[in-house]
């Protein structure tokens, strides 16, 4: 059986992270959130930039619109992160009863991402 994770926190979905999929996790959903324009990069602190490791100059340089979907992954992940990777739903069948930034870790690296290598 295929396994299926959100591309941001790294949670184990059920289906595809494909339009219209909200992730119970962090609460992106697939093709709204992640479509980010050049107008709504202001949404995002620096320290989001800085944790993503995107340049967001370098961005606008570019000009391109709406923002690779890769890095408006890694924007949205660094928001979470920076935001302490809070549980965005309280469904008891989801959430884990001891969730933190501990799970988090764990969780993200469904996605090969080292929390550790953001902080």
Known sequence: MEK????????????????????PCCGNESG??????FDELKEFS?????VAKV???ELI???IEPIPIKIAYRLLRAKWINKGCKWTYNSKNERPK??????AKEQLKNIGVDIDNYL
């Open 4 to 23: 299926y994770y959100c591309p941001i926190c790294g949670y184990e979905l059920k289906e595809e992270f494909s339009i219209g999929i909200i992730c």
């Open 46 to 50: 620096s320290k989001d930039f800085k």
């Open 98 to 103: 001891d969730w933190g930034i501990e799970k």
């Open 61 to 63: 340089r570019k000009s």
């Open 55 to 57: 340049d967001k100059d």
């Open 32 to 37: 709204f959130e992640d479509d980010i324009l």
